[in-house]
């Protein structure tokens, strides 16, 4: 089985892209993994243009130099498609065949793709409603409504739809924060979409702290009942008695032993139910980084 190990533009935001880029590179494959780049779709337009023309496998976390969020709940598919049309040019242009994003936001307005005012654009677009308390995570009991249900049955039909259009690509629906009006959030609503998913970690942690599941079941039960294509790992620093505040939550941090996600353990259920693609979405991510991911495969069973 090849392992994939890529680094996710969320690594570049600081230093010398190219030194990093070629510095984990030669790490990774010295170890006779496969390396590559997931461009995030925080991703500039100059940063696309350098990194465009490196030797290198790209995956897409779309939507990429995109005005607007893809929104498999809204109710309008031809909106959905034009979404999707500026990360399917880039997939053509970088022979990319793989693509992942978040899906499922409870509304019907458009979602401005600001990663940098990602708490602002959700409250601009979402129901205050969804809130629990003053916090940006969504109420848990908005997860067993009808209105949740049907939703879900429209996310569920137009995965199914976007992919029938675009049959030569492996297109991923990843877990999501659970933040207000952020449908994908527990191991039962990743199974009910029946499509490739793009796991990622940190998420599910802090899902599995709102929503009260055991994470490590969790993640081990998505490996196992889900078409897992890859996964986004970091460490979510966030402590299980999160008290919902920022900037706990989802904080892309570099891999550490130092909090209550295990690291060890995240990656021993990965290595033992075959994953084979990892991307390090990791907010100024480097060799460390690198480093520790390699070792700590190696050495768990």
């Known amino acids: 089985m090849s392992i994939k190990i890529e680094l996710s533009t969320m690594c570049f935001y600081h230093g010398d892209m190219l030194a990093k880029v070629k510095l984990c590179k030669d790490l990774i494959e010295s170890y006779g993994f496969e390396f590559g780049i997931q461009l995030h779709n925080s991703v500039t337009e100059d940063l696309y243009n350098k990194l465009k023309g490196l030797d290198t496998k790209f995956t897409i976390h779309a939507p990429v130099l995109s005005e607007y969020f893809i929104n498999l709940a809204n109710n309008d598919f031809d909106a959905i498609l034009s979404g999707f049309q500026n990360s399917a040019y880039v997939m053509q242009s970088l022979k990319s065949k793989i693509a992942l994003f978040h899906g499922f936001f409870m509304t019907q307005k458009p979602i401005k793709n600001d990663p940098a005012n990602y708490g602002k654009v959700l409250r601009d677009a979402i129901d205050n409603k ?42 991923c629906m990843e877990n999501d924060f659970p933040g207000i009006g952020n449908g994908n959030q527990t191991p039962a609503h990743l199974i009910y979409l029946d499509c490739p998913i793009w796991l990622d970690t940190g998420h599910l942690w802090a899902s599995a702290i709102l929503n009260k599941f055991d994470f490590y079941t969790a993640l081990d039960m998505v490996c196992k009942r889900c078409q897992v294509i890859g996964v986004h790992l970091n460490t979510n620093r966030t402590p299980v008695n999160w008290n919902l505040k920022s900037p706990d939550g989802d904080t892309h941090s570099h891999f550490s032993r130092g909090y209550d996600m295990d690291m060890d353990k995240v990656i021993g259920i990965l290595k033992l139910n075959n994953i084979s693609r990892f991307t390090i979405e990791v907010v100024d991510g480097d060799v460390e980084d690198v480093t520790f991911l390699i070792e700590t495969y190696k050495s768990v069973t």
């Open 130 to 171: 969804y809130r629990l308390n003053d916090t940006r995570v969504m109420d848990p009991k908005y997860l067993e409504t009808e209105e949740f249900r049907r939703y879900q049955d429209v996310v569920k039909m137009n995965m199914k739809r976007l992919r029938e259009k675009y049959p030569s690509y492996t297109l």
